[in-house]
């Protein structure tokens, strides 16, 4: 029997449990580094020859948040959408979807390989929800014409808790674990002096007690940096919700959220990110039902709660379960949808959404001064959700993405 293994059959942990000796073993930060710092060099240089191209890409239908417009033409000048045509190079679009480019608002990329798959399958922006070294997440960012990161701090967490002991694997140090509240001021200065995208905690049991998740939340409101909170059991989604984080990821697989859960959530404009992709591959490897999860997400959107689409895709050795990137946002759609929502809302999940819930106003929508972030679709995925693996083409701030295409 593996560590987590055992923590799980003794029901300390319910969801997110880790292998803190794996997780080290499959960590080796520095080579890791260097191989992403080269092939962004790399990606570069070869970037270069094809920039500052205007593009008009003719005959497709637009989704434009609700539904699929009638056949137009969407022009890219450079990385922005626009409304002149005059010089563009021509592309036939072949009636078409155009979607925004697809946004996972929970995942753990770690290399530059990772990032080829989110983008090849429409991924083009993606939220690391764990940033242990400020150097690594960084060596992920600015890779052109690949998927977007942005990025978490290190989710706060306390001594001795599972997330604890996974922040001590990652950095062989105590140093970043909270034993109460008097330490979340210079946790915080010190986690938003690099300038991560999102301040995360782990609600968890045993764990953060209920005055430091308050702090830290507070915290972030004060900076005006959104929050997130882990929260993969019942007791910790209570404290994660009364503690007023702005999003709260993954859903309890012990016992469905519950009309005090949702009304609270209502009331202080939360919003979830399911997770149900990671929460359906930790019920089949731990044969334990995925039906809770899913009546939550059904009962999240059934209260008018906002859903972000996410996967918790990671390839981390020592993790719970491994989900592939990329593909795993399709699946988060369809398991979206087989949970009550609509297409269309399931769409706004992975786009519209996460770009304003996070404040990237830039993005999530096609329309003239946005992001061209964009990705073809062949069907029409309003229909039928499960059109958003027929992806023709990609472009990522107005860059063609040239590798073969994922379904
Ligand atoms: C964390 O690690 C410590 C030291 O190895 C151990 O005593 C503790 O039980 C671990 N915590 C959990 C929740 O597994
Ligand atoms: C971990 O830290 C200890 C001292 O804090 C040091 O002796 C040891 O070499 C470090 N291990 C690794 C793998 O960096
Ligand atoms: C918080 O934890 C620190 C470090 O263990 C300790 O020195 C301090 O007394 C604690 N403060 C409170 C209010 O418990
Ligand atoms: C944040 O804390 C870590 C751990 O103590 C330390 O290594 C790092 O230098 C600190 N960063 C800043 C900017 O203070
Ligand atoms: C998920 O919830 C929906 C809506 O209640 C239901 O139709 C579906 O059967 C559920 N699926 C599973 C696997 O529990
Ligand atoms: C990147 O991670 C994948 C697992 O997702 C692994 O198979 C691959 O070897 C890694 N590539 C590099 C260059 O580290
Ligand atoms: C939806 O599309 C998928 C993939 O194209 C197909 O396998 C499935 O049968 C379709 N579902 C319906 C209800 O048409």
Redesign the pocket.
């Known amino acids: 029997m593996t560590i987590f293994e055992a923590l799980f059959f003794a029901k300390i942990v319910a969801g997110c449990a880790i292998d803190p000796v794996e997780y080290a073993r499959g960590n080796h930060l520095e080579p890791t580094i260097s191989a992403n710092i080269r092939a962004r060099h790399e990606r570069r240089a070869s970037i270069e020859l094809r920039s500052s191209q205007k593009i008009a890409i003719d005959n497709v239908r637009v989704f434009d948040g609700y539904s699929v417009c009638e056949p137009t033409t969407v022009v890219i000048d450079g990385d922005t959408i626009v409304t002149d045509p005059a010089g563009a190079r021509h592309v036939d679009g072949n009636g078409g979807v155009l979607l925004p480019g697809l946004i996972d608002s929970h995942c753990h990329p770690r290399n530059a390989t990772e990032l080829q798959e989110l983008t090849r399958y429409g991924v083009t922006t993606a939220f690391s929800m764990a940033c242990f070294e400020p150097a690594m997440c960084e060596s992920l960012q600015d890779h052109p014409g690949l998927v977007d990161i942005k990025t978490s701090t290190t989710p706060a967490s306390a001594p001795g808790s599972v997330h604890g002991n996974l922040t001590i694997a990652a950095?062989n140090?105590t140093?970043?674990l909270l034993f109460n509240s008097s330490q979340v001021p210079s946790w915080i200065?010190?986690?938003t002096?690099?300038g991560p995208n999102v301040i995360k905690a782990i609600a968890e049991s045993p764990g953060l007690d209920e005055s430091t998740l308050k702090a830290i939340a507070t915290a972030a409101h004060d900076d005006r940096t959104q929050s997130v909170c882990h929260a993969a059991d019942y007791k910790s989604y209570n404290q994660a919700v009364s503690a007023n984080f702005d999003q709260v990821h993954h859903t309890p697989l012990d016992k469905p959220v519950d009309q005090d859960l949702l009304d609270r959530m209502f009331a202080q404009l939360q919003v979830s990110a399911p997770t149900l992709t990671m929460m359906q591959a930790i019920a089949e490897k731990l044969q334990e039902s995925f039906a809770v999860a899913n009546a939550s997400a059904n009962a999240l959107h059934a209260a008018k709660i906002p859903i972000l689409a996410g996967t918790d895709s990671n390839q981390i050795p020592g993790f719970i379960a491994n989900v592939p990137f990329g593909s795993s946002l399709h699946l988060e759609l369809e398991l979206l949808v087989a949970a009550g929502l609509d297409p269309v809302e399931a769409l706004r999940a992975a786009t519209a959404n996460p770009a304003w819930r996070f404040g990237f106003y830039d993005r999530g929508v096609i329309a003239p001064g946005k992001r061209a972030d964009l990705i073809l679709i062949s069907g029409d995925p309003t229909k039928n959700i499960s059109k958003t693996r027929n992806i023709e083409r990609i472009w990522v701030a107005g860059i063609e993405y040239e590798g073969p295409l994922g379904t």
Do not use: D, P
Request: proline share 0%; no cysteine; glycine share 0%.
């Open positions: 950095t140090s140093a970043l200065a010190n986690q002096s690099w």
